[in-house]
């Protein structure tokens, strides 16, 4: 029986020191730094606590003309009491992420920056989130402003919200723009385009 103890504490203590080890900072990607995700197997572990990465990274659509800015990303918003339990099916024990987005919309065409063409995946993520709506008097409450889509030669400065279930403080996000094929006011298509944003 002593001998089986031994054993057990021994094992117990060579994966404390591998989770240890495997906890390294990376600076490299710019902003703030941001806690990495240690995995365990295939199952990626959170943050130890929140986070605000600042990104400030601009690119464009240019087959629209669409200007946009990733500038923060905010691994989880703080939610009021009301909405924690009205949503809570939902988030199942993760995290409402804020995407902070300024976005001027091109003249190619007479469209929106649609919120639906940002999703958001992170570690861990079996498929990427959509941005939901019902957040509003959470980004309010934080001091942020909520998105709306603008429209040809109009700017936007807001968040998009995303639920991440499961996930608390999540790591490894990154933002998926994809804009689908339209066309062009003379019938001809306008290709695809697609861009990814590392967020955290």
Known sequence: MKKNRIIAISVATLAGVGLLAGCTSDN???G???????????TPMSAPTPSLAQRNYTFQDSGLGHSIKVIEFLNDLPLSDAD?????????GGSVVALHLSATAGTVLPTYVY?????????GMSAPAAPVRYFADDLTAAGYTAWTNPN????MDGWLTYTIAGIKNPTGCYLIYNRAEVNGLDGKPIAAFTKTVQLN
Do not use: H
Request: glycine share 8%.
């Open 28 to 30: 490299s990607k710019g």
């Open 32 to 42: 703030n730094p941001t806690a990495p995700a240690v995995t365990v197997g295939s």
């Open 84 to 92: 924690s339990a009205t949503y809570a099916g939902s988030v199942q």
């Open 115 to 123: 919120d639906s063409n940002f999703t958001v995946q992170c570690a």
């Open 152 to 155: 040809k030669a109009t700017n």
